[in-house]
């Protein structure tokens, strides 16, 4: 739930960072808001690129509102957005979350093959359904595209073999779901000269998170002979990171036609860290490939069941700052795993920086020209 783009405070400078956080912050507590406390477990680390987005297309201050202290910042208050676009991404969320669920239930996943959870998360999913519709309703958001993405993929399953479409088709509903978000932000902010842009943009993505998911599924699926596309189309690994790599080009091409008053969050959020989940993503995946060496480290695999649930909705109530053991592998060592020399992270900045530097593993653009700090 907590989607490809997930940055920490070492691969973006301090500036960037405390903006990120705000639109976190804020999609957090806009869903509290409008939709109660539960609503808050599918704040959604993809889903608030929305509230960036919007934001980077405007050229006015964003609103922001004063926050209360919070335990995961430390006992302190915060700055955090307060805009339509944070609302939007509230929808998003709550839309996608209510989806990937019933997805959840249909197919008999884990805990959901007993009745009476497959039955509880129906009537949440029902809720967050309703509630994201009517969000979407108040912002002239047609959420279509979202609410009927999760049944266009389980047709799409459902299809034999021999006539089920490649790879490229089966991504189709998550593309149109992230389109349809993507080009509203260009309602939301005035400029709508950016929507075809915006929703080339959001096809990328959808397609490159939906390969992502699979890539990173892909061994525990195939251990239980659970649905995955990669494993339905008979695609290995090297023509996946093809797949991957190329909707990744597609993605930088399309945010760098977009108008942008603001873009350093958006280049770094949606070309330079998607860029690393991809990298991200193979390192966990290639490991659990037959044939593999002998001597790589197989990471830890999610168990399932009440465990699973419970560290989840640990990892929900914090934001993310908890993770399991199995997921935290995925993102150990930052610095370790990535080569920062000559980041884009204050976007037009150049050279100036370099996001591994310092004791602290901060970027060191703090007070260059780019204002990033």
């Keep these: 739930m907590f989607g490809i783009v997930r940055p920490c ?11 990120w956080m705000g639109h976190l912050c804020g999609l957090c507590l806009a869903l509290r808001d409008e939709h109660g406390h539960l609503s808050r477990l599918v704040t959604n680390y993809d889903g608030l690129l929305v509230s960036v987005l919007t934001e980077a297309q405007t050229s006015a201050p964003t609103p922001r509102r004063k926050a209360g202290p919070c335990a995961l910042r430390g006992f ?22 209510a ?7 249909a197919d008999g996943d884990g805990m959901y093959a007993r009745r009476p959870l497959a039955a509880g998360a129906t009537r949440l999913a ?7 519709t009517a969000t979407a309703g108040t912002l002239a958001f047609d959420p279509a595209p979202l609410t009927e993405a999760a049944a266009r993929q389980a047709l799409l399953e459902r299809i034999p073999a021999q006539r089920r479409p490649g790879l490229g088709g089966l991504t189709g509903p998550t593309e149109d779901a992230v389109a349809a978000a993507f080009a509203h932000t260009g309602t939301l902010a005035g400029k709508p000269h950016n929507r075809d842009a915006l929703e080339a943009a959001g ?7 939906h390969l992502i998911d699979a890539v990173e599924d892909l061994a525990e699926d195939r251990a239980s002979g659970a649905y995955n596309p990669l494993a339905a189309t008979g695609t290995g690994l090297d023509e996946a990171r093809r797949h991957c790599d190329a909707a990744h080009a597609d993605l930088s091409a399309a945010v760098h036609t977009l108008d942008l008053p603001r873009p350093a969050l958006t280049h770094a959020l949606l070309v330079r860290e998607t860029g690393h989940a991809v990298t991200r993503a193979f390192a966990t995946a290639e490991p659990n ?12 695999r999610d168990p399932g069941g009440l465990l699973s649930l419970a560290c989840a909705a640990l990892t929900c109530c914090t934001c993310g700052l908890y993770r399991p053991a199995w997921d935290e592998e995925r993102d150990s060592s930052c610095c370790g795993r990535l080569d920062c ?4 992270c204050c976007s037009n900045c150049g050279d100036c920086c370099s996001c591994c530097s310092g004791e602290d593993g901060g970027c060191c653009c703090d007070g260059c020209s780019c204002g990033c700090d």
């Design 9 to 19: 405070r070492h691969v973006l400078c301090k500036g960037l960072y405390a903006d």
């Design 76 to 97: 302190r208050g915060a700055d955090v957005v307060e805009s339509e676009g944070v609302r939007l991404a509230a929808s998003v969320s709550l839309l996608l979350a």
């Design 99 to 105: 989806g990937k669920v019933n997805d959840h239930v």
């Design 126 to 132: 029902n809720r967050w359904s309703s509630a994201g």
């Design 203 to 209: 096809r990328a993505f959808g397609r490159l998170a």
């Design 289 to 300: 490939t037959p044939g593999a060496p002998p001597d790589q480290r197989r990471p830890k």
């Design 341 to 344: 020399s000559g980041c884009d």
